[in-house]
């Protein structure tokens, strides 16, 4: 079976390796590809613009005095249509500030070299941090996170350095509660993807990560203030609703989100509907994790699974998650492998293995679909006009929810029978 099959590497040395070096391999020629694109080097001196290229507009503004004007759809759009040598894109920006003055620095750079630096220092600590959770299961969880990967590298975004992030929570929660919290306040940049992780905290009562977070969301948007002036919170408010109108009038690339939001949407189901389905699914997700901080107690299992399922419904609770958030489900996967082999079947290990995979690949794929199609300087565009292509990874992300669940309950019925069973013998 396909999971025995991709389990059975960790019993063989040099099958780990091969599978290792051939992975790194990969994204080492997708890095050095997409450098030369990025920078306009040799053929690529027109293309359309990627996820990096919206960093390193922002990175501009901010060395120009002007980063609120990048949370204005109109003057963003002008910024990008100067970027792009006239073409014009869809790429709205909704980053909180903290983020404005994390990319700052790139904008020193020329950008062909702004993003390799940016993209290897996530990309190595991103792979050092899940070489030292996977342990012997490094090879195969990055098989499975191979499409994910690939396609966080193409766009140039965030996700190696949010999955290290939430990696350095999971990690220290336990016995240097500081050094997570410290952590899990740098999520502010992407606050949506910690909600998981900030229920675990209140869960298991991990008041001094909880404060120590609180202490960096408020220092650094105070330093934010000190920078950039009071403007910048009323603009990051004013993206944050445009974006929501957008989102509803289904303008965004759903095919490559990740979120039962779109696809609902895709599938024709109504904005309303689709939005309150997406808030009955985070709603599920967060349950998950609260009854796997019980299981775990109850079963006095390793505080592991419970982080692990803890990261692996984190992209699952906003609608704006993307394919490139997927190396955040690698962390949850990495932390969760030694309990999967106790509580999972062979069958269900292997759906939850090929629904991260369809979950990563699908977007990856339909990209190289819409340049193939339409060329590659219209292919951003021509993916927010496509309205047949459905967002298949919501559906998988779905199916992966309902596959933890059942689990999850499987496991709480088991634990239940202990203490009966205990009681009876005497």
Known sequence: MFAEALEAVQFSPSKRIAYVRFVLAALAVMVLFKTLRFGRWGVFQIRELS????????????????????????T?????????????????WTYPPQ????????????????????????????????????????????VALFPALAITIGGG???????????????????RQLVAGLALGAMVIKPHLAIA??????????????????????ASSMVCTLVFGWQIWTAWLGAIGES??????????????????AALSRAGV??????????????????????????????KMSPR???????????????????????????????????????????????????????????????????????EEQAYLAGLTDRFAPALGGFAMMALLAVLLRLLWRGMQSASVLPRAAQAAE
């Open 51 to 74: 996820d990096f290229d919206a960093f390193y507009i922002a990175a501009q503004q901010v060395w120009r005095g002007q980063v609120e004007l990048v949370y204005r759809f109109e």
């Open 76 to 92: 963003l759009m002008q910024f990008q249509a100067e970027a792009a040598h006239g073409a014009t894109g869809f790429m709205p």
């Open 99 to 142: 983020f404005d003055l994390l990319v700052a620095p790139l904008a020193l750079l020329p950008i062909g070299i702004a993003y390799l630096v940016f993209i290897v220092a996530t990309l190595a600590t991103y792979l050092l941090m899940l070489r030292a959770i996977a342990g012997a299961n490094f090879a195969h969880v990055l």
């Open 157 to 175: 975004q965030n996700g190696f350095l949010t999955g290290t992030l939430i990696g350095l929570v999971c990690l220290n929660v336990e016995r």
């Open 197 to 218: 992780v900030g229920v675990y905290m209140l869960a298991t009562r991990r008041w001094v990560a909880l404060a120590t977070a609180a202490t960096v969301v408020l």
């Open 244 to 261: 929501a109108r957008f989102l509803d009038q289904g303008i965004y690339p759903l095919l490559r989100m990740i979120s039962t939001y």
């Open 270 to 299: 109504p904005p309303t509907l689709a939005f309150w389905t997406q808030a009955a699914v985070a709603s599920l997700a967060l349950c998950a994790v609260v009854l796997a901080v019980w299981l775990g107690a109850a079963r």
């Open 305 to 375: 699974f419970a982080l692990g399922i803890t990261a692996m419904v984190s992209v699952m609770i906003s609608p704006y998650a993307y394919d490139y958030d997927l190396p955040m489900i690698g962390i949850g996967l990495a932390l969760l492998l030694p309990d999967l082999a106790l509580l999972a079947s062979a069958r269900e290990r292997g759906v939850i293995y090929g629904l991260i995979l369809l979950a990563g690949a699908y977007g990856m794929l339909q990209s190289a679909r819409l340049a193939a199609q339409f060329g």
